[in-house]
């Protein structure tokens, strides 16, 4: 199944593209395609620990399942002003 | 005397917009004044030129679009449930800006300042800790993305 991935802010950067399709097996949650992302584009491990993924534009956990269709986001920790 | 709007009427006078042209803070306050308000609180931030003791040449905005407005949308609500305000206006600027210009801004027209003051300072903190928008900061010797206030509270 098909699902469309976004790297925003440094990830975008680190992946060297602003969006991605990946190819899930059926079943998968988000820590399995972030994995298959690292794979995809290695240098997407520097934000290990640093990262909140969107599914479907709402923050959600690793254990979130993906569907055919959904849309993934890459969000590093939003910029911040003082 | 005209009728009283409705608090659904208020809500869909409110303004919140992701925008790649210079924002008119002037412009935004008239539109949200109303002969009820007694108070207009107006917050600009701006492009200052310097940052962790390095001088900025300019910045460069990016944001999730589509979920940076529903979050704005959603900060409306939240600021509705907790102050007694007439209009609430956010309009966030995107892609280069140079020092001076004016990244973001706030207008809360209330019936009173006090309102209108707390309200506007909570809109701004809620914008920076939750929609997401990046920041990427040029210097003279490189850029970094700015590091941030962060998802901390939505850390998953």
């Not at chain 1, 975008?12 to 097996?25: F, K, V, W």
């Not at chain 1, 240098?43 to 055919?68: C, D, F, K, M, T």
């Amino acid at each position: 199944m098909k699902v469309s991935v976004l790297f925003f802010g440094p990830a975008r950067d680190l992946a060297g593209t602003a969006a991605a399709e990946m190819e899930s097996p059926p079943g998968e949650d988000l820590a399995g395609l972030r994995q298959r992302c690292e794979r995809r584009f290695p240098r997407l491990i520097a934000l290990r620990g640093a990262l909140v993924l969107a599914l479907n534009q709402e923050l959600a956990p690793a254990s979130a399942p993906v569907h055919e269709g959904d849309e993934v986001a890459f969000m590093p920790p939003v910029s911040g002003g003082r | 005397m005209a009728p009283m709007p409705s608090a659904r009427e208020r809500e869909e006078k409110d303004h919140f917009r992701l925008t790649r042209e210079p924002i008119s803070a002037s412009q935004l306050a008239r539109e949200l004044c109303v002969p009820q308000a007694g108070a207009v609180v107006v917050f600009e931030g701006v492009v200052r030129n310097h940052s962790s003791g390095r001088e900025t040449l300019y910045l460069e905005y990016e944001a999730y679009q589509p979920m940076a407005q529903r979050r704005m949308e959603e900060i409306g609500g939240e600021v509705r449930a907790k102050f007694a305000i007439e209009r609430l206006g956010i309009i966030h600027r995107l892609g280069r800006l140079d020092i001076g210009e004016v990244s973001v801004v706030i207008v809360v027209t209330a019936p009173h300042r006090a309102a209108a003051f707390a309200a506007c300072q909570y809109a701004i903190d809620r914008l920076k800790q939750t929609v997401p928008i990046w920041k990427k900061e040029y210097f003279t010797d490189g850029a970094v993305w700015a590091e941030s206030e962060a998802v901390r509270g939505a850390e998953l």
